[in-house]
């Protein structure tokens, strides 16, 4: 495997870096707030208004710095705080100086929507210098809340803890004051604690950030340089103790079919379920919920991909994304991007996910197939204690589920989902001053006694995998990695699916290093990622690195996994100002490549990358990107054919966002990719215009365009007379959505929101051909294109007669298609007491095949406004949380 001379000479520019990069002089002093108890005066009121006598046991602490954008300045209005406890609350005052409070922001939204000005306190109540708590309340009262962990790096918004906050505008700004339950932070048992606190302000109007505690721009890490909460003596641990039971009735209605008894035109039930948070310790917390409901979650944007590869959706159901950074295990994140940074060990929409199995049937035979699987309960324990173990356990069972055929009112069952239990573990340890970490994650896929028309799943599946992280010089340097391992058991059916499936392909042709085994039971694969790298201290950044996957690693049981068989190497280095000048705030130039082999040696990728993004002096912001690959071949383009090779490719990115402080705003982005001979290209544009008329009502539209050419799309293999033809086509697809958002807030627990998209995708075939030669140096190398006295067309199937003598050697379907989807939730949201909320669901759904030969503007509008009746769910879901 030879080192390309690009390589050589960044690994001498990184060389340079370590040893001649300045360390910083600008030392920062850690600064201390001490805490009153509540003894001999009352608690203070939550009204906003800091007029109790509470609060006047403490003195005011103030002297913020400036963050954002030009850090460590005098702020252009001052900031100020308190801090008092008692047994079981922590209350924090707020006053925030403003010369013209009449121009204070007060943009309402749903809860941690962070518009407008706010003010916020960030509790290491660990003291373990890498996770904490934070608070915030806007002007308009809306809370947001958030859990943060890899010092900073990883925020879990979805954490909504109880609290309390109310704010207030007078003649010299608005003040805030919280009202925060220890049993909602983790802390020790120590007499006398000091956690580590850190207060910040958003002035809106200036685009600007003040803090108390100065962190320096070129500081790698958020929680590790807060400043210090000393005062508080005798805190007792909260054990957290909430039940949450839950009630949904669900109305469905869908255009009834003729003759098919499952499809009459409506459905109705009413289900219940239960949710519960247990404090095992004041650490460590068990999460319990027994058939959820997730009816309130908006529906994934529609999406097409001609590639095979399966595409990632973000996980929205409240109970899994809540703590979802304890159990994150990403295989090779990395700051070049470019190695599937999507993959992980868990990918929690594989539990609860649509029944893998259908049925087979006979004409005239319905189906009643389950749309997903029901989870029949599911656990976690999470938390950290106060020694640095940071721990995350879930545990999960779905359930058998069945599909229902009617042949004439006979009707009999068919198993479409096995019983499945699902196992997560991760572990963490942080040590050596919190600057070394090391961990570990397993997981466990079970499935309960597969029928022989499920053979074709895994009976088990197991990955594990450890990772460490080291960091030195004030963390400013890094070097850390994982390597995991995976372990699929089952019938041979499984197994040999699993080889032939896109992200192995052992039946890959020349491919000498993977061959199918038809006879085996189980694959057992690694994969890994080292990487060496500097954050901090200065105006230069690099990450330098290596990741790879074997060919039998197989994560998608429990987790997300593109394709194996693949090494690559990265790096990065990027340069970003630190100070704003009269054109910019901040500026950030960027250097990437990466290069690909499989494990049979093959160089399949050698790609560069140089981009720029820039915040303007008014606020703008800006990006521009090129790329450059200057060789490509591909595994997979062929689905099991021999390795391809493509053409090199030039591409870009740019975009543009407007001031997102202004009522009206815009943003652009496109970016287009184009095979170096003509042979492909992709262009793609989004742009979107956010309109904020008021500061109750957001809207905003984002409509997006992309079309793609490729004369080298695949089509399907054939078998002619004991040979394969790769079967290629040239495909012509455009694609058009809209995402449209309504936003109304009546109150911060009183919302409307609406979401909706067309969608339409659109493909046209044509100059049909197959692959000659594989490795050709160019295109019509490669090809072997049929004339049009070799192919016709009858009855929406193509026949082939390649020697010319009046018998076609074989025929294939029309592979033109035309996808029309429209998508859409409205719901109203009132969290009537805090932690208790009512939901009001109407969903939408409309899909359709068109016309591939219509205009995309008409097929769109007659797949959508047809005369067919959409699917519609009408849901109230009720929730109660009981504080114990």
């Keep these: 495997m030879k080192i390309n001379r690009i390589t050589v000479c960044a690994l001498c520019f990184f060389a340079q870096t370590v040893f001649f990069a300045q360390d910083s002089t600008d030392v920062v002093v850690k600064r201390t707030y001490t805490t009153k108890f509540l003894d001999a005066v009352p608690s203070p009121e939550i009204d906003g208004l800091l007029d109790e006598a509470g609060w006047d046991i403490v003195e005011w602490d103030g002297n913020f710095i400036e963050r954002r954008p030009d850090e460590n300045t005098q702020p252009d209005h001052d900031t100020k705080f308190k801090i008092v406890y008692d047994e079981k609350f922590l209350y924090v005052g707020i006053r925030a100086y403003d010369s013209d409070p009449d121009k204070i922001e007060m943009r309402l939204s749903r809860r941690d929507g962070f518009q ?53 505008v007078d003649e010299e700004g608005w003040t805030a004051e919280m009202k925060i339950p220890f049993s909602q932070l ?45 005062g508080l003596i005798d805190l007792v641990p909260q054990k957290q103790l909430e039940i949450q039971p839950y009630t949904v009735a669900k109305l469905e209605t869908f255009e009834p079919e003729a003759g098919n008894p499952f499809r009459d035109g409506n459905d109705s039930q009413i289900t219940g379920g239960l949710d519960a948070k247990i404090g095992i310790t004041n650490d460590l917390t068990l999460d319990l919920t027994v058939n959820p409901d997730f009816g309130q979650v908006e529906a994934d944007p529609s999406a097409i991909a001609l590639d095979g590869f399966q595409i990632f959706f973000r996980e929205q159901r409240p109970f899994f994304v809540e703590n979802k950074n304890i159990f994150d295990y990403r295989v090779s994140q990395s700051e ?64 058998k589920k069945y599909a229902t055929i009617d042949n004439n009112g006979d009707r009999r069952k068919e198993v479409v989902e096995p019983l499945t239990n699902y196992f997560v573990g991760r572990v963490q340890k942080d040590f050596n001053d919190r600057n070394t970490f090391v961990g570990g994650i397993f997981t466990a896929t079970n499935r309960d006694q597969l029928t022989p028309e499920l053979n074709f799943l895994h009976h088990s599946a197991f990955t594990g995998g450890v990772d460490v992280k080291h960091q030195w010089h004030d963390r400013d340097w890094y070097v850390g990695g994982n390597f995991i391992f995976s372990r699929v058991n089952g019938g041979a059916e499984a197994i040999e699916n699993t080889q032939e499936s896109i992200a192995h392909l052992f039946q890959r042709v020349g491919a000498d290093h993977v061959s199918v085994d038809a006879d085996r039971t189980s694959l057992t694969g690694t994969g890994g990622n080292l990487q060496l790298g500097k954050i901090g201290n200065g105006n230069w950044r690099f990450e330098t690195g290596g990741t790879w996957r074997s060919p039998e690693l197989e994560l998608n049981d429990i987790g997300f996994q593109r394709q194996a068989d693949d090494i690559r190497h990265y790096t990065w280095i990027g340069y970003q100002t630190l100070k704003p000048t009269e054109t910019f705030r901040r500026v950030g130039i960027n250097y990437n490549h990466w290069s690909v082999w499989d494990f049979g040696g093959n160089h399949n990728s050698l790609r560069f990358n140089t981009n720029s993004w820039q915040n303007w002096d008014n606020n703008w912001f800006t990006n521009i990107g090129f790329n450059y690959a200057p060789k490509q071949y591909s595994n997979f383009a ?28 815009f943003n652009v982005f496109h970016r287009g990719e184009k095979g170096t001979d003509n042979s492909y290209g992709s262009y793609n544009i989004d742009f979107g215009v956010t309109y904020q008329p008021f500061n109750a009502l957001s809207i905003s539209a984002n409509p997006e365009y992309g079309i793609n050419m490729d004369k080298l799309q695949y089509i399907d293999n054939i078998d002619v007379d004991g040979e394969t033809t790769y079967l290629n086509g040239t495909v012509e697809q455009r694609t058009l959505s809209m995402s449209f958002r309504l936003n109304y807030t009546i109150n911060p627990n009183l919302t409307i929101q609406y979401w909706g998209q067309p969608f339409i995708s659109r493909g046209r075939y044509s100059e049909f051909k197959e692959v000659a030669d594989p490795l050709g140096a160019t295109f019509n190398d490669r090809i072997a294109p049929y004339g049009s006295n070799q192919i016709s067309f009858a009855d929406d199937v193509f026949s082939v007669d390649k020697d010319l003598d009046g018998t076609a050697e074989f025929t294939f379907d029309n592979p033109d298609f035309s996808f029309v989807q429209f998508r859409s939730n409205l719901v109203v949201r009132w969290e009537y007491i805090p932690g208790s909320e009512i939901f009001l669901v109407w969903s939408q759904d409309v899909s359709q095949s068109g016309d591939p030969q219509n205009a995309l503007f008409q097929d769109l509008g007659d797949g959508i406004f047809n005369d067919e009746k959409p699917q519609n769910i009408f849901l109230i879901k009720a929730t109660y949380r009981f504080v114990l």
């Design 186 to 230: 983790k802390f020790g048992k120590a007499k006398e604690q000091v956690w580590g606190i850190q207060v910040d302000r958003q002035y809106f109007r200036g685009a600007e950030r003040y803090a108390w505690q100065r962190i320096k721009q070129d500081t790698p890490g958020f929680v590790s340089e807060f400043g210090l909460l000393d």
């Design 336 to 399: 070049a991007g470019n190695t599937f940074g999507f993959d992980n060990v868990f990918y929690s929409r594989r539990i609860g996910r649509s029944p893998q199995g259908f049925p087979d049937t006979e004409d005239n035979e319905y189906v009643e197939q389950p749309e997903n699987t029901a989870i029949l309960g599911a656990a976690k324990f999470s938390g950290k204690t106060k020694n640095g173990w940071s721990i995350g356990v879930l545990e999960s069972v779905t359930a």
């Design 638 to 665: 062929l689905r099991g054919g021999p390795r391809l090779r493509q053409a090199s490719e030039i591409g870009f990115f740019n975009g543009y966002n407007t001031d997102r402080r202004k009522k009206l705003r």
């Design 116 to 168: 407008g000005d706010w003010v916020g306190i960030f509790i290491d109540s660990y003291h373990d210098k890498r996770s904490s708590f934070g608070f915030i309340t806007t002007a308009a009262g809306v809370k947001a809340d958030f859990f943060s962990s890899e010092n900073g790096n990883n925020e879990d918004e979805s954490w909504n803890p109880i609290w309390y906050t109310k704010t207030n």
